[in-house]
């Protein structure tokens, strides 16, 4: 290989955003760029989907690893995928050009300064997946803060600045105890380089600590009960596009943070948090289920609702078996597939409409059938049907939690039911009833290009559900590698006591 | 010829060209425009013969008071060359406040060769002198708008208390030379014994003179009112170009002699330290005009920076050094930002006036945003290296507690710069500010912006200069 393809793929939408930025601004280009944006976009979707083809599921090692010196004798830019993170790469990429379409009509001012935010948001959230440097993983962690603030605040909702604020401190906030961690594990081994430091291995008498501060950073960005209140808010203010990004994204560095730095860097203090960790992720399924189900407003419902989703998601992760990983990792595709398509579900009605209150929809059925079906699948797909790709992860990851613990993983299935709960009922007060607010009368049924986006994101939804293979087969490898180095280490420390 | 002469050759330059110029001002009549290009030109010059004459060899001049080594070349030349922007950016401001006067660049001169004395210095008297020669440059500029009741105010103010301060720094020196027989740094370090708690005192005393040219909590009390009440490019002086040479001070005057008993002193830096990084994010909070809470962020600025000095390693000056050079560059960008706040030869100089500027000058709020974010230390811009490199020295030594406060800190200071970011790019737009800004003042803040955005491209830039001062 001598094309450096994932620094293309990192590259090309910063180029793109440059693009965008240095051609002339006037009402009528605002068109074009937004072309350039949607061909750029594409044309990295297509790159990483023929990394995939490249890509071989067989081993279990980082592969098309680049290296570079950045400062010398300190920190090298290396970036390089495995099984894990090549499918965030390509949830990425497929997520943000259906982003790029849905701003049709819903941005009305400054949109190509939008369509710069949304590419630079691309660039990060490809570097966060394919880092394999702490340094350069946090710069591109920390990074996405600053188009995402923009993003919420200047074509958010009424209260953008409140949550603009909120989203940004808290993610500081977590972020920051992270950054000592990472310099205090440079001190220690002598580098960042993640694989380096899976070879060597840290002390045991640090790890807990070292664990909690990266906790604090994922735990917030994840977003984990507590810490989750920023989500709804965020949620809420931000415009359609803005709220796909952070959900089917945005929310997944945390988790794909949690496999690999803290399962893989401290594997014992992971052994050690897990009481803690299925705790807070029952507590997440649960309460912001039940939150969920008295939700008002659709956009927050759906919000809680990927609080309660991202629970299992940790409670997969943490059961360190082959089926829960598996699933947590299932469960995030589909989950970045299904709320995505959810969000912009909300965003279609919004736009016509103008009110998320879901008091003042029902029997919409009949003016837009269209619309009923895909929010039909997507519903479904939330509530974990089977013929869903959110069955399998959710399947996948109850397994894994019946394996270790058994109380854990009955109240985790609490949470299936709460969700069938919550999100048939959203639909039957949406779609079914009586047609009791005149207003709706005018709402037009799906236009083309909302049909596209949404059925773009339906196949794979119902594919991956039928069809779970490409999804498993890719990450079975790493896993598997992950899971056995980690009960090696848990083992080796026993015997060594 | 005395040996060693040619090495201080800039600064018998830079003094006779002061001189010249002078009085080339006092007889040539409306020559204000000359002078400042004269000015400009002679920095320059300078700045090359400090190029010309800086090797990697330390070397020391007049009985070792003297000395020339990377630390003095790399902080001279960042000097000299802030003060060439703050010269570019100052004729169209000081013309529109009608106070485009001759004196201006002569008192900027005196005070830089104050500076350059002042980071050689390798004595304290020598020290002093450079000490004294920049402070009586800075009282003038601070009331340089003489018509202005506040611009007088902040000079008196800073007049008198600057006094006091080199009064106390005065009596520790006196203290140190009493106690260890010796004004020479290197001197001095032969000569203390364990428990001379003379010499702890003079350092403190030392100490609190220094914190307060450096404007560090407890000592910080003048730098709001002088901010504000100075004309802007004075403060845009003020808050970087003596901030190097007091840091270069600090640096020397802690390391040379004093690295032996790091425990008498490591704590007071820790305390000015995490006291100024507090104060400086929390107090910026409730300011509304942006010269004061420039003034705030910068106290809180110099808290990082003292924080690499409080570790007693070659890393920990390095970082500090770096943050010190980007902190200048973030600082000097935000100035120039402000001053292009002008509406019918009118300055503007609250937060409110920036109020959706994004609005009507989408370039210059968008650079404000790069500096804004970069303030707060947020990747990938220059700031964050900054931090970085400072927690980086300061996690080496296992000093947590300074570094969780300091990121803390960090996030409580975000908060102030979001809330410009919020006004300048979320709030309904207001003024619409005149476009016909000066070439200079236009290329320091393209330049500095440039520098701030792409730094993570290659950071070596500066850390490969940097890295090569040692001083222990």
């Known amino acids: ?239 359609t596009a803005g709220s796909v990004l952070l959900a089917a994204i945005l929310l997944k560095m945390a988790g794909y943070g949690f496999i690999r730095f803290s399962l893989g860097l401290f594997p014992i203090a992971s052994d050690y948090f897990v009481p803690f960790i299925y705790a807070l992720s029952l507590v997440a399924i649960v309460y912001t289920s039940l939150v969920a189900l008295m939700q008002e407003d659709m956009k927050k419902l759906i919000a809680y609702s990927s609080v309660a989703h991202m629970g299992f998601v940790t409670l997969g992760i943490f059961t360190f078996t082959q089926q829960g990983l598996e699933g947590s990792i299932f469960q995030m595709i589909s989950h970045g597939l299904v709320s995505a398509a959810l969000f912009l579900c909300v965003g279609v009605v919004y736009e016509r409409m103008h009110t998320r209150l879901i008091n003042n929809y029902g029997g919409v059925v009949t003016i837009m059938p269209k619309f009923a079906i895909v929010f039909m699948i997507f519903t479904l797909g939330g509530v974990g049907l089977p013929g869903t790709s959110g069955f399998i992860g959710e399947f996948l990851i109850l397994m894994g939690a019946f394996k270790k613990n058994f109380l854990v993983a009955t109240i985790a299935s609490l949470g299936v039911i709460l969700a069938a709960a919550y999100m048939l009922w959203l639909y039957k007060r949406v779609v079914f009833g009586d047609l009791i607010n005149k207003d709706l009368l005018k709402m037009v049924d799906l236009k083309k290009y909302e049909i596209i986006i949404l059925w773009a994101l339906a196949i794979p939804t119902i594919f991956f559900g039928f069809y779970p293979e490409p999804l498993i087969n890719t990450v079975e490898v790493s896993i598997k590698n992950l899971i056995e180095t980690h009960n090696l280490t848990i083992q080796m420390s026993l015997a060594s006591k | 010829m005395i040996i060693g002469l040619n090495l201080i050759f800039p600064e018998i330059f830079l003094s006779l060209a002061l001189m010249f110029l002078l009085i080339l001002g006092v007889f040539k009549k409306n020559s204000s425009n000359l002078i400042f290009n004269l000015t400009i030109l002679s920095l320059i010059i300078v700045a090359a013969l400090i190029l010309n004459i800086s090797s990697e060899d330390e070397t020391s001049i007049f009985n070792a008071s003297y000395k020339i080594d990377n630390l003095s070349s790399f902080m001279k030349i960042l000097t000299i060359l802030s003060a060439i922007f703050v010269m570019l950016t100052s004729s169209k401001y000081l013309k529109l406040l009608k106070i485009f006067q001759i004196e201006y660049p002569i008192l900027i001169l005196s005070s830089i060769l104050g500076m350059m004395v002042m980071i050689s210095s390798n004595d304290l008297i020598v020290f002093y002198m450079g000490l004294e020669l920049q402070s009586l440059a800075l009282y003038v500029l601070a009331s340089f708008n003489r018509d202005n009741l506040l611009s007088s105010e902040s000079g008196v103010k800073y007049f008198v208390l600057s006094a006091l301060s080199s009064g106390l720094l005065l009596y520790g020196c006196s203290l140190i030379y009493g106690f260890s027989g010796s004004t020479n740094f290197n001197e001095i370090s032969f000569n203390i014994a364990d428990n001379q708690y003379g010499i702890t005192f003079g350092i403190v005393f030392i100490l609190v003179g220094l914190a307060f040219k ?121 100035f120039s930002c402000i001053l292009m706040m002008k509406k019918n030869d009118k300055y503007y100089e609250t937060i409110d006036d920036l109020s959706g500027l994004s609005k009507n000058h989408p370039i210059l709020s968008l650079s404000m945003l790069i500096i804004l974010f970069s303030l707060a230390g947020i990747p990938p811009l220059a700031g964050f290296f900054a931090k970085f490199y400072i927690f980086t020295a300061v996690i080496e030594r296992s000093m947590y507690f300074l570094a969780i406060i300091g990121l803390l800190s960090t996030v409580v200071a975000a908060f102030y710069y979001l809330r410009i970011i919020k006004i300048i790019y979320f709030d309904p737009s207001k003024e619409k500010y005149d476009s016909d800004h000066s070439i200079g003042l236009k290329l320091s803040l393209i330049l500095s912006t440039l520098f701030i955005l792409f730094y993570f491209i290659y950071p070596n830039s500066l850390i490969g200069i940097i890295s090569k001062i040692n001083i222990i």
């Open chain 1, 1 to 239: 290989m001598n094309i450096p393809i994932l620094s293309s793929l990192i590259l090309l939408p910063l180029i793109g955003s440059l693009f965008i930025f240095f051609t002339k601004s006037s009402e009528k280009k605002y068109q074009s760029s937004k072309y350039v944006a949607l061909f750029i976009s594409v044309a990295n979707f297509f790159l990483s989907l023929y990394l995939w083809f490249l890509f071989d599921n067989s081993i279990s090692d980082f592969q098309f690893v680049e290296e570079r010196i950045w400062i010398p004798g300190f920190i090298n830019y290396k970036v390089g995928v495995d099984g894990i993170s090549i499918l965030f790469i390509i949830l990425t990429t497929f997520i943000t050009p259906l982003c790029i379409i849905s701003v049709n009509n819903t941005i009305n001012n400054r949109l190509k300064d939008f369509l710069i935010a949304i590419l630079i948001m691309e660039t990060l959230m490809i570097g966060v997946f394919c880092s394999l440097d702490l340094v350069i993983f946090y710069l591109f962690f920390e990074g996405g803060l600053i188009p995402m603030f923009l993003i919420i605040g200047i074509w958010g909702g009424e209260r953008r600045v409140y949550s603009a604020f909120k989203f940004f401190l808290y993610t500081l906030l977590g972020s920051v105890l992270m950054l000592i961690a990472i310099i205090s594990i440079y001190w220690m081994t002598g580098t960042t380089d993640i694989e380096k430091i899976y070879e060597i291995g840290l002390d045991e008498k640090f790890q807990n600590i070292l664990w909690l501060a990266f906790f604090s950073s994922f735990a917030v960005k994840t977003p984990m009960w507590p810490v989750h209140t920023w989500l709804p808010d965020a949620h809420v203010e931000a415009p």
């Open chain 2, 214 to 334: 450096i404007s560090a909590v407890p000592f910080h009390m003048w730098a709001p009112d002088v901010y504000q009440g100075s004309p802007t490019t004075v403060t845009l002086f003020f808050a970087i170009v003596p901030k190097i040479a007091a840091l270069c001070v600090f640096i020397r005057f802690l390391y040379v002699p004093f690295l032996e008993i790091i425990d008498q002193w490591q704590m007071i830096i820790i305390f000015l330290s995490i006291a100024s990084m507090i104060l400086g994010a929390v107090a910026a909070i409730g300011q509304r005009n942006i010269k004061r809470l420039i003034a705030y962020s910068s106290i809180s600025h110099i808290g990082y920076a003292l924080a690499g000095v409080s570790t007693g390693t070659n890393e920990g000056i390095q970082s500090s050094i770096t943050y010190i050079t980007i902190y200048v560059i973030m600082n000097l960008a935000f």
